[in-house]
């Protein structure tokens, strides 16, 4: 497995994350659940996070990508 592609695989489970949090939050507002709403806000926040984090490893220091040079 490639870097990307473990990335991607990273960021679909942060997705899933962040979609069974919209639904326990909107299962939470629907039937007054305050506890059932506030851990779906969470679960929202951390799946949006590690979406972006994964994303984005660019700026990690370390992590170096080098363009290879166009041959014409």
Same mark, same amino acid.
Request: hydrophobic content about 55%; overall charge positive.
């Given at each position: 497995?490639?870097?990307? &592609?473990? @990335?991607?695989?990273?960021?679909?489970?942060? %997705?899933? =994350?962040?979609?069974?949090?919209?639904?326990?939050? #909107?299962?939470?507002l629907i039937y007054?659940?305050?506890? &059932?709403? @506030?851990?779906?806000?969470?679960?929202?926040? %951390?799946? =949006?996070?590690?979406?972006?984090?994964?994303?984005? #490893?660019?700026?990690?220091?370390?992590?170096?990508?080098?363009?290879?040079?166009?041959?014409?």
């Amino acid at each position: 497995m490639k870097k990307s &592609e473990r @990335r991607v695989a990273i960021a679909v489970v942060g %997705v899933a =994350v962040w979609l069974g949090g919209l639904y326990f939050a #909107l299962t939470g507002l629907i039937y007054d659940h305050a506890m &059932e709403f @506030r851990y779906g806000a969470l679960a929202i926040f %951390v799946g =949006v996070t590690i979406a972006v984090i994964a994303l984005n #490893l660019v700026s990690i220091p370390g992590v170096t990508h080098k363009k290879k040079p166009i041959s014409r």
